[in-house]
């Protein structure tokens, strides 16, 4: 089992920047892939980032693509997302998620909104 909780939403104006935390407990956080999810108001969840167990390889959707990053501290049990050059469409609630399995995810946090003002 592993319990994920996030934190470091807010509210920015556009072209700020935020960083997600997503800490974990259990000492079976450094085996699984991480990701990074969003859902806004009235559209359908979306994976904007991910990272395998060790760190080496990461994804990023291509709306947010050369201004997040995903990274990890797997001896701090503790995965990152940031956040630069926010856009009002990054406007969303946020999760961090375990164990990916496709477009989905075995753990999930509880989310940390983010709104980005124009």
């Known amino acids: 089992q592993v319990q994920l909780v996030e934190s470091g939403g807010g509210l920015v104006q556009a072209g700020g920047s935020l960083r997600l935390s997503c800490a974990a407990s259990?000492?079976?956080?450094?085996?699984?892939?991480m990701g990074w999810f969003r859902q806004a108001p009235g559209k359908e969840r979306e994976l904007v980032a991910s990272?395998?167990?060790?760190?080496?390889?990461?994804y990023h959707a291509d709306s947010v693509k050369g201004r997040f990053t995903a990274s990890r501290d797997n001896a701090k049990n503790t995965a990152y997302l940031q956040m630069n050059s926010l856009k009002p469409e990054d406007t969303a609630v946020y999760y961090c998620?375990?164990?990916?399995?496709?477009?989905?995810?075995?753990?999930w946090g509880q989310g940390t909104q983010v709104t980005v003002s124009s």
């Open positions: 998620a375990a164990d990916l399995k496709g477009s989905s995810a075995e753990y």
């Open positions: 990272i395998t167990w060790n760190g080496g390889n990461t």
């Open positions: 259990g000492r079976t956080f450094r085996s699984y892939p």
